[in-house]
């Protein structure tokens, strides 16, 4: 993980009409391998950014969210420019609406967010070759062996914070 002192980072589409700024460091970042993200990418992984929604900050238009099929059925909420269409964070069911997961690539200096672990390199491209330094699965991971202990704490607080949430939404409802 990049230094805290390079946050803000800032990042947006192609066309400058969607701009957002990342107010701290990620929870972590993921370099995927798995063929859902090959091709929906277009390229051999994906490298993503997972974030807290409320620390992203967005700076110019609101990003159109195109619901897409997921590898796990759940699908994923896709943002993307409503002129180019770059895609610049994609929501997965799981997390839904509360974390980001940031493309990197779509940032003013991508080399601030190197991947913490590449993921799914059982469907790897032949030809990509993984740095030793950093830590490579098969598939999935156990996150309280990987992430750092801040991370895993604004995890929990996030979950306590969407549990809050719910609750009241069904209260409400009721």
């Known amino acids: 993980m990049p230094p805290s002192d390079v946050y803000p980072l800032f990042g947006g589409c192609d066309c400058r009409t969607v701009r957002y700024r990342l107010e701290s460091r990620p929870l972590f970042v993921h370099c995927c391998h798995c063929r859902w993200c090959q091709r929906e990418s277009g390229a051999s992984f994906a490298l993503h950014a997972m974030i807290e929604a409320d620390r992203v900050t967005l700076l110019a238009a609101e990003p159109?969210?195109?619901?897409?099929?997921?590898?796990?059925?759940?699908?994923?909420?896709i943002a993307r420019c409503p002129q180019c269409r770059i895609a610049v964070w994609s929501n997965y069911a799981g997390a839904g609406p509360y974390v980001r997961f940031v493309r990197v690539g779509t940032l003013d200096a991508p080399d601030h967010l190197p991947p913490d672990i590449h993921i799914f390199t059982e469907s790897k491209q032949p030809w990509v070759v993984l740095p030793a330094h950093i830590p490579?699965?098969?598939?999935?991971?156990?996150?309280?062996?990987?992430?750092?202990?801040?991370?895993?704490?604004?995890?929990?607080?996030?979950?306590?914070?969407?549990?809050?949430?719910?609750?009241?939404?069904?209260?409400?409802?009721?």
Do not use: C
């Open 64 to 77: 159109e969210l195109i619901d897409t099929p997921s590898e796990s059925g759940s699908g994923q909420m």
């Open 136 to 174: 490579a699965v098969a598939q999935y991971y156990d996150l309280s062996k990987f992430w750092p202990s801040e991370s895993l704490a604004r995890r929990e607080a996030l979950l306590a914070r969407i549990a809050a949430q719910n609750t009241r939404a069904q209260d409400e409802r009721t």
